[in-house]
């Protein structure tokens, strides 16, 4: 099975450089990145079957992937 990437660059290429920027300056923003980011490797890691779990194991945590995604495009793109 082809696991699709969800890092932030893959989902949101034309705010590459700004990512980087709150990276670097936005403590808050970078602890949302992180965990964003670990979730997604656990999440493909689930998918792949490498650890397996409950299908409600596995949406729960697809869930929270989006509302972290979205928190962090929020941030990303607040004027």
């Known amino acids: 099975m082809s696991v699709e990437h969800?890092?932030?660059i893959h989902e949101f290429p034309e705010l590459k450089d700004r990512?980087?920027?709150?990276k670097v300056e936005d403590?808050?923003?970078?602890?949302?990145?992180?965990e964003y980011h670990e979730l997604t490797r656990s999440i493909e890691k689930m998918e792949d079957?490498?650890?397996?779990?409950a299908?409600?194991?596995?949406?729960e945590a697809k869930r929270r992937r989006v509302h972290l995604k979205d928190e962090l495009y929020r941030m990303l793109t607040a004027a």
């Open 6 to 8: 969800h890092d932030l």
């Open 19 to 22: 990512i980087h920027e709150l």
């Open 27 to 34: 403590h808050h923003f970078r602890k949302l990145f992180d």
């Open 49 to 53: 079957e490498v650890t397996p779990v």
């Open 55 to 59: 299908t409600a194991t596995e949406e």
